[in-house]
T-cell receptor, first 114, second 112 residues
Framework: IAGITQAPTSQILAAGRRMTLRCTQD?????MYWYRQDLGLGLRLIHY???????GKGEVPDGYSVSRANTDDFPLTLASAVPSQTSVYFC?????????????FGPGTRLTVL | DQQVKQNSPSLSVQEGRISILNCDYT??????FLWYKKYPAEGPTFLIS?????DKNEDGRFTVFLNKSAKHLSLHIVPSQPGDSAVYFC???????????FGTGTRLKVLA
């Protein structure tokens, strides 16, 4: 693989269910991010990680958790999904997030919570 | 509170003419600014960036201008091509924070 991949491509989920969105990059980037895109609201940062083993909260972290066990993987977990979490989720990575480095985005996961 | 604003949801331009996309920000601590382009059903792709120590950066048909006193940046595309039709996002960040804040996007349509 080359770049950044996300799985699944799309998912319909019942409210209250647990869901993990997967993200993998093979560019050996230090920093990784999760965003959600909603109509009229643009891209909003959920969580980020500046290096393996560390994570931080973004603008809209509530209801989501992340882990960064290694450099390549950055899964996003919804412990108990709610309809307001219906969105398109993008994972991204950058060599470093410290000085405005460009981010590389995955193709997105479209999640619908009913 | 929207720290990065793109007040024009859409813009239409004739092929060959200049496209100007605008972005305003409120946080004076931002020192890096980036533009991304997004096609439907794809992730955003990086276009061009600028740091706060500059007021202009150019890459081919794309130029970004930064006016720090007005807290305003703009992306110029010259000449515009039909393939430029996409949603454009500006983003801003403060070095060391890892938090990129995006605007709401402007949908550009280049008419052939």
């Amino acid at each position: 693989i080359a770049g950044i991949t996300q799985a699944p491509t799309s998912q319909i989920l019942a409210a209250g269910r647990r869901m993990t969105l997967r993200c993998t990059q093979d560019m050996r980037h230090n920093a990784m991010y999760w965003y959600r895109q909603d109509l009229g609201l643009g891209l909003r940062l959920i969580h980020y990680s500046n290096t393996a083993g560390t994570t931080g909260k973004g603008e809209v972290p509530d209801g989501y958790s992340v882990s960064r066990a290694n450099t390549d993987d950055f899964p996003l977990t919804l412990a108990s999904a709610v309809p307001s979490q219906t969105s398109v989720y993008f994972c991204a990575s950058s060599y470093s997030g410290a000085k405005g480095n460009e981010q590389f985005f995955g193709p997105g996961t479209r999640l619908t919570v009913l | 509170d929207q720290q990065v604003k793109q007040n024009s949801p859409s813009l239409s331009v004739q092929e060959g003419r200049i496209s100007i996309l605008n972005c305003d920000y409120t946080n004076s601590m931002f020192d890096y600014f980036l533009w991304y382009k997004k096609y439907p059903a794809e992730g955003p792709t990086f276009l061009i960036s600028i740091s706060s120590i500059k007021d202009k950066n150019e890459d081919g048909r794309f130029t970004v201008f930064l006016n720090k006193s007005a807290k305003h940046l703009s992306l110029h595309i010259v000449p515009s091509q039909p393939g430029d039709s996409a949603v454009y996002f500006c983003a801003a960040m403060t070095s060391g924070t890892y938090k990129y804040i995006f605007g709401t996007g402007t949908r550009l349509k280049v008419l052939a």
